[in-house]
């Protein structure tokens, strides 16, 4: 199992960014994937996952109407846009996948994801 984020930079607050997550080795349609980050100082935290099986999605309160994943079937990649970016967004972002099989809704559990890939940092400034 390998999940792999990418697309990570430096932008402007109120620009925007595509973050990629290129999945394989596991079936995308029998697992979630989730998108997380981590501060310098701070607990890594679960930002967004997307159950394949039924596309429900769910967002922490923090990026609601501002972030929206997606994906990719044919490409087994899994996207998190992110707009309308503020400085306490930066952080490096990671993706996993759901340790168990099923769709998963509400609060997103860090313990409850592994086959954590290298992150992506994302670097908001002026």
């Known amino acids: 199992v390998q999940l792999q984020a990418s697309g990570g930079g430096l932008v402007q607050p109120g620009g925007s960014l595509r973050l990629s997550c290129a999945v394989s080795g596991i079936r995308l349609d029998l697992h979630t994937i989730g998108w997380f980050r981590q501060a310098p100082g701070k607990e890594r935290e679960g930002v967004s996952t997307?159950?394949?099986?039924?596309?429900?999605?769910y967002y922490v309160d923090s990026v609601k109407g501002r972030f929206t994943i997606s994906r990719d079937d044919a490409k087994n990649t899994i996207y998190l846009q992110m707009n309308s970016l503020k400085p306490e967004d930066t952080a490096v972002y990671y993706c996993?996948?759901?340790?168990?099989?099923?769709?998963?809704?509400?609060?997103?559990?860090?313990?409850?994801?592994?086959?954590w890939g290298r992150g992506t940092l994302v670097t908001v400034s002026s």
């Open positions: 996993a996948s759901s340790v168990y099989t099923g769709n998963y809704y509400g609060v997103i559990h860090v313990a409850d994801f592994d086959s």
């Open positions: 997307i159950n394949n099986s039924d596309g429900s999605t």
